[in-house]
């Protein structure tokens, strides 16, 4: 963050909502979607992150809010965009990874074809938590070949450690709680 965008990423901070008890009771679920829905701020997200891409060929979008912020940010960055998918919506799975959540289990899943061996990609989510969604996205990516240059969100919760999942690969947050 520079003096330039300080001002803008506090007006950023200030749109997400803050809702608790969802998705079920003592977790603080941190809504993001004023953040899309004002075209300053969710500029600034997309010009921000895209600066973090570096020169990563593709840029990986987590389900679901990962897509939003992913597309705008691979076209900011010039790069192509690939979803990473729940289980069970792809027609042709290229991978796939079950990882644990703070509240249950997931399955993440990749489409064939999407992501060439040797490929660097820059992953993109809107928040990392526990860095269960970012590990196993990360971890997906490189079962099929790609290098991961860095992971991107637009909030961090830094009490969660999720950071920590993800070992050597650069991680970027643009806010943190």
């Known amino acids: 963050m520079t003096e330039e965008t300080e001002p803008s990423l506090v007006r950023v901070?200030?749109?997400?909502?803050?809702v608790p008890d969802y998705p079920q009771p003592g977790v603080l679920f941190r809504d993001i979607t004023p953040v899309l829905a004002d075209p300053e701020a969710f500029t600034t997200v997309s010009t921000e992150l895209a600066a973090m891409a570096g020169e990563a060929d593709l840029v990986v979008g987590v389900e679901a809010r990962g897509f939003l912020i992913g597309a705008a940010v691979a076209l900011v960055a010039g790069a192509g965009i690939v979803p990473v998918r729940k289980a069970?919506?792809?027609?042709?799975?290229?991978?796939?990874?079950?990882?644990?959540?703070?509240?249950?289990?997931?399955?993440?899943?990749?489409?064939?074809?999407?992501?060439?061996?040797?490929?660097?990609?820059?992953?993109?989510?809107?928040?990392?938590?526990?860095?269960?969604?970012?590990?196993?996205?990360?971890?997906?990516?490189?079962?099929?070949?790609?290098?991961?240059?860095?992971?991107?969100?637009?909030?961090?919760?830094?009490?969660?450690?999720?950071?920590?999942?993800?070992?050597?690969?650069?991680?970027?947050?643009?806010?943190?709680?």
């Open 88 to 177: 069970g919506k792809l027609p042709r799975v290229a991978a796939s990874r079950t990882y644990e959540l703070e509240y249950g289990t997931a399955t993440l899943e990749l489409a064939a074809d999407t992501v060439p061996a040797g490929s660097r990609v820059f992953v993109i989510d809107d928040v990392l938590a526990t860095g269960g969604t970012a590990a196993a996205a990360c971890a997906l990516l490189s079962d099929v070949g790609a290098q991961v240059v860095g992971f991107g969100s637009l909030l961090e919760l830094t009490a969660l450690g999720g950071r920590d999942r993800l070992g050597d690969i650069p991680v970027h947050a643009l806010l943190t709680y």
């Open 13 to 18: 901070a200030g749109l997400v909502r803050d």
